[in-house]
């Protein structure tokens, strides 16, 4: 009978043992398989007062993220408070709110952000968090830091193993629990098929999932030669969910380099917010890491559904190819859609031309509506709606259109598609796309099967604003003669930057600067050689020059009622029935990119002059035209050079009376001030002085 009891008391005290571990492991890996990755675990509030509540765990070595925190916001001066003494008091500091202010706190209802600790103080080197009134010296709510707590920081994995292909690295760092930056990156683009690819396993296999690239691209990725880029997982993949990450050729099944991923990292959780997918038609494609089309065929129509994380003034196209064997933008029939307001919009376009649309010899040739070429826009709008910084316009079109500038949706087989991203023009039309596929991309619209592929959307911290290139200013009393050719107009860094204006494909290159502004003297006269190309059967190269007193250009594409808004200075004269003709268009001389250059790269130059270095100069050999002009008193202080046929190519020309450069004046002024003041405080010393 005593054995037993020793028996049954041994048992029930080996239960209570599995129990105390279960529960130190649940407290341990406090809400890890519940829900999204927050850090590592710091503890709960003790709550004393004022309903305070929370979870707290440590983002990194300086920060804290509290989640489903409360508090009734009643005390009188309260604060988050932190400190190394061995209890919250009168000792400590102030930790400002997520919002970056020290003001008092007012009320939090399940609330999560984060809080940083001040003047770069670490975690390790407090004990506490509270909620603490200094006006009371009460302590509302309070966390301790454990003994040896390590916060989550980057860590390193190693470099990429050199199988094929010239693949290398430096050493990997995994920065959070979704971004991985790859230092000194090297491949050298030869492989048929080939992703950034991640998976589970003992090593890479075909079995896994694409990385987006470092611009967010999901085609077959590109030569790289010693480039640090970083990459982010899809959607609501985690650092957590692979064994590996690869360099993996999908076509041939061939690892061309690979790192191994360790588990249990303890890296900072991906501050990182996910916007679920949502799968409103039976089928979807990803098509970039913020854009995706969703459709379904039914009876003898196609429904479409495009989603885009776009700023508020871009548009989303999506069509069929121009070509029955490539993806191609010449000869595509595509939607352009955009929410203008409460308005959404999808509108047919036939593409003839990678330039927007234009009259060729009073024909509309280019990016243009088809109902701007003869035909009809047969796109019916069925929603559209903005949330969550995400355009979702849905459509619908007859699989066979009875207009000849339409394309028939084939249903046996895969077709060719295109898709592009932009900005709207101020006519809210599309610009030259700035986000488009380099590889061809085929879609089945009648698969027996569903297919899907796409991800959620994130919503990343902003990036660091895009250093633009310095702007150049072509201030010389002397010059008299500018030569004005053609050439890209790069990035971000480039035309955009510089005029903060929606840019074309090509820009006005001035004395070989790319959209300078001009400084002349009224009463000289000044010449530009044009070399803009003077074929008006092409819509992409055909630029004559002309000065008016407005900055978009485009004189042509103009209403009569808009072009009598404008006054034109130079490069224009009217026929007898007040038609707009051109009078200085020379021959083309064109700064193009390399063959098979990425314009995509371009913002990865630092400087203009490294950008221009690589282009190449084609020009042909007539004689340039000459625009002559002569400022006078009736010209206006600034006028601007443009293309009479497209917009947003030229910019500013400063009309000065002398050539003082600005501020020049002033500052002297400034300076005569200084002394003058400097003058007057000697003076009146002296006085004084001399009084006593």
């Given at each position: ?28 890996c ?14 709960k ?59 008092v ?15 770069n ?29 390590d ?45 950034f ?36 997982l ?18 041939t ?124 826009d ?62 061809d ?71 070989g600067?790319l ?27 055909y ?75 084609e ?17 206006p ?15 500013k ?40």
């Open positions: 009978m005593n054995s037993f009891r020793v028996l049954k008391n041994i048992k029930n005290i080996v239960v209570l043992l599995l129990v105390l571990i279960l529960k130190s492991k649940d407290v341990e406090q809400d890890d398989d519940d829900g999204p990755y927050r850090g590592k675990f710091i503890g509030f003790n709550s004393y007062h004022h309903q305070v509540s929370g979870d707290v765990y440590a983002v990194d070595s300086f920060t804290f993220l509290i989640v489903d925190f409360n508090y009734d916001g009643n005390g009188i001066d309260t604060f988050f408070w932190s400190g190394a003494s061995n209890r919250p008091g009168p000792q400590g500091f102030i930790v400002a709110d997520e919002h970056g202010k020290t003001n706190l007012e009320r939090y209802f399940n609330k999560e952000f984060t809080i940083k600790l001040p003047d103080k670490r975690i390790t080197e407090v004990k506490w968090l509270a909620i603490y009134d200094l006006q009371s010296q009460n302590t509302f709510g309070d966390v301790y830091i454990p003994e040896n707590f916060p989550p920081s980057s860590q390193r994995a190693g470099s990429f193993s050199k199988i094929s292909h010239n693949v290398s690295s430096g050493s990997i760092e995994i920065l959070d629990s979704k971004t991985i930056r790859i230092p000194n990156f090297s491949y050298d683009g030869l492989g048929k098929s080939v992703y690819w991640a998976g589970v396993g003992a090593q890479p296999a075909s079995k896994g999932f694409k990385i987006p690239d470092d611009l967010g691209y999901l085609d077959p990725i590109r030569a790289y030669n010693e480039e640090t880029i970083t990459l982010e899809p959607g609501e993949r985690t650092i957590f969910e692979i064994d590996w990450l690869s360099i993996f050729d999908l076509d099944n061939e690892n061309f380099g690979s790192i191994l991923i360790a588990n249990g990292l303890n890296v900072p959780p991906s501050l990182t917010r996910i916007i679920p997918h949502q799968l409103a038609l039976p089928n979807c494609k990803q098509l970039h890491k913020n854009f995706q089309v969703q459709w379904e065929v039914f009876g003898p129509a196609v429904t479409m559904l495009l989603n885009g994380k776009v700023d508020i003034d871009d548009y989303m196209s999506f069509g069929i190819s121009g070509s029955d064997t490539k993806s191609q933008m010449v000869g595509a029939d595509a939607a352009v859609t955009y929410i203008d307001g409460h308005l959404g919009y999808a509108v047919d376009y036939h593409i003839d031309s990678l330039a927007s649309c234009v009259q060729v010899l009073d024909v509309n040739k280019g990016v243009c509506k088809d109902t701007d070429v003869g035909g009809q047969n796109f019916q709008l069925h929603t559209a709606m903005r949330e969550d910084g995400i355009n979702k316009i849905t459509f619908r079109r007859s699989l066979i259109s009875s207009d000849a500038l339409d394309k028939e949706f084939v249903l046996d087989r895969p077709m060719f598609v295109v898709w592009s991203m932009g900005k709207l023009d101020s006519n809210k039309e599309p610009a030259f796309h700035t986000v488009y596929p380099k590889k991309l085929q879609i089945h619209f009648n698969s027996t099967e569903p297919f899907n592929d796409c991800f959620s959307f994130t919503d990343s911290p902003p990036k660091q604003e895009v250093e633009i290139w310095e702007p150049v200013h072509i201030f010389d009393k002397n010059l008299r003669l500018f030569n004005a050719t053609l050439g890209p107009s790069a990035g971000k860094k480039g035309y955009l930057g510089i005029t903060k204006h929606v840019a074309n494909s090509l820009s006005w290159y001035i004395n600067a959209a300078p502004e001009l400084y002349m003297r009224r009463g000289l006269t000044y010449a530009f050689k044009v070399r803009g190309g003077n074929n008006p059967h092409s819509t992409e190269y630029h004559p020059l002309i000065i008016t007193n407005e900055p978009i250009g485009g004189f042509d594409k103009l209403s009569d009622s808009k072009q009598k808004e404008i006054r034109v200075l130079a490069g224009v004269e009217f026929t007898r029935r007040g038609r707009p003709k051109p009078t200085v268009a020379g021959p083309l001389c064109l700064l193009k990119y390399p063959e098979n250059y990425d314009r995509r790269l371009d913002d990865n130059f630092m400087t203009f002059r490294k950008f221009h270095l690589s282009l190449i100069r020009c042909e050999g007539n004689e340039a035209a000459t625009l002559e002009i002569t400022p006078n008193s009736s010209w202080d600034t006028v601007y050079y443009n293309s009479f046929t497209q917009r947003n190519m030229g910019w020309i400063h009309i000065v009376d002398n050539f003082a450069r600005p501020g020049q004046f002033s500052d002297a002024i400034t300076l005569f001030s200084c002394i003058s003041k400097f003058l007057i405080i000697v003076c009146t010393s002296t006085a004084i002085l001399l009084n006593l």
